[in-house]
């Protein structure tokens, strides 16, 4: 058994459990995560950090403005930018037939009483990204969207979470939990862990994790690839995206571009590797370089895949157990789950104080994607 007493247990050192742990601790909890291999290892680690509100699902829009306000003041959160600049994320229109997808999304928003993105004509985008290629002919833009750096972030929220008295322990998976009383029994090769709550951040192990305290939730597993190139000079400030097509575009700090969208390579989840599928990768390269022509002649650098959980709503399941008293669920953001990091720790700390939010996560729950396994 652990030394001292625990009040939570989180499962997983991602940037959600991190998070929820840096919540739960400045509200006077003792947290103690649980990681199985090291903080940031996968989907974390690898993300393109983007940080948009921009074609959200219109479940996560509140959430995800509350969280963009909470990324504008990130440094009173967790002590530093985590390189966050707001630039804008643009989901551009290459051709006229592309423009009626982006007026109806615009219609929708404005319908729902949203105004944080607007459409802009190709003087305006040529004006914001004068780089791109003069074919485009408008795009849909958040202008408070932009990116941060990954792995700052992850540092920044780890130095946060340990200074607020989080202990985390890395290299220790969970290998069995059992109800025992008023407390959780966690079993691991590091020895048993207890505490009366249980955050299951487990990522792409979530399903399991979820199915050691009494939830049969489906997920599926993704492996999202990037590229990065050389460096080079000032291309373009804004997170560019493009109608009908998988590319996710943006420009470091460093200079170096770094591309992605989606595309999936292959994931092992027994041997916790992935693996980049380049013939697949090669689709985000031609997009990009449709769009920016100058860069066809760059070199590529390093290519990775990260690994993580999918629903097939493709939304996040951020709740109370429906079955296990005591136990909590944030997993399963299915690619676009890096911006909403410091507003879903806040909701878990509520989850787990309270026992309600005031947040809106009616969206969230897992008895939805339960309720699809049983009809299956």
């Known amino acids: ?86 630039h804008g994320q643009l989901n551009i229109a290459e051709h006229a037939h592309h423009l009626p997808k982006l007026e109806s999304r615009l219609a929708r928003m404005r319908e729902a009483g949203y105004e944080h993105e607007e459409l802009i004509d190709r003087a305006e985008l040529l004006k914001l990204v004068p780089a791109i290629s ?55 090769p590091a020895g048993d862990f207890a505490a009366p709550t249980v955050i299951n951040a487990a990522g792409a192990w979530a399903g399991k994790i979820a199915a050691m305290l009494g939830d049969d939730i489906p997920l599926g597993l993704k492996a999202s690839m990037m590229i990065v190139t050389e460096r080079i000079a000032p291309l373009l400030k804004p997170v560019i995206s493009i109608v009908g097509r998988p590319l996710s575009f943006k420009q470091s700090e460093q200079g170096t571009l770094v591309i ?36 066809s002649a760059l070199r590529i650098v390093r290519t990775w895949a990260g690994m993580e959980a999918t629903t097939k709503d493709h939304l996040p399941v951020i ?17 676009h789950g890096f911006q909403l990091v410091p507003v879903v720790g806040a909701i878990m700390a509520d989850l787990v104080i309270r026992g309600s939010t005031e947040r809106s996560i009616e969206g969230f729950g897992a008895k939805r994607l339960m309720q699809q396994r049983a009809a299956a």
């Open 134 to 188: 003069p074919h485009c002919v408008g795009a849909l833009i958040a202008r408070r969207d932009g990116a941060a750096d990954p792995h700052r972030t992850l540092l920044a929220f780890r130095r946060s979470a340990e200074a607020a008295g989080v202990t985390i322990r890395e290299g220790v998976g969970v290998d069995a939990i059992e109800q025992a009383g008023d407390d959780w029994h966690l079993r691991t």
């Open 319 to 335: 709740c109370a157990s429906p079955n296990a008293k005591g136990a909590f669920h944030a997993f399963g953001f299915s690619g």
């Open 1 to 86: 058994m652990s030394g001292k007493a625990i009040d939570t247990l989180v499962i997983g050192g991602g940037l959600h459990g991190l998070s929820a742990a840096l919540h739960l601790a400045r509200a006077g909890r003792r947290v103690t995560i649980l990681e199985k291999s090291w903080v940031g290892r996968h989907a974390s680690g690898a993300s393109a950090a983007g940080v948009r509100t921009l074609n959200r699902d219109p479940a996560e829009i509140p959430i995800s403005l509350e969280a963009m306000e909470m990324w504008h003041g990130i440094a009173g959160l967790v002590g530093d930018s985590c390189g966050f600049h707001a």
């Open 260 to 295: 992605g969208g989606g595309l999936q390579g292959r994931a092992d989840i027994e041997a916790q590797k992935s693996f980049v599928d380049f013939q697949e990768l090669a689709k985000g390269a031609r997009a990009a370089t449709d769009l920016f022509p100058s860069i």
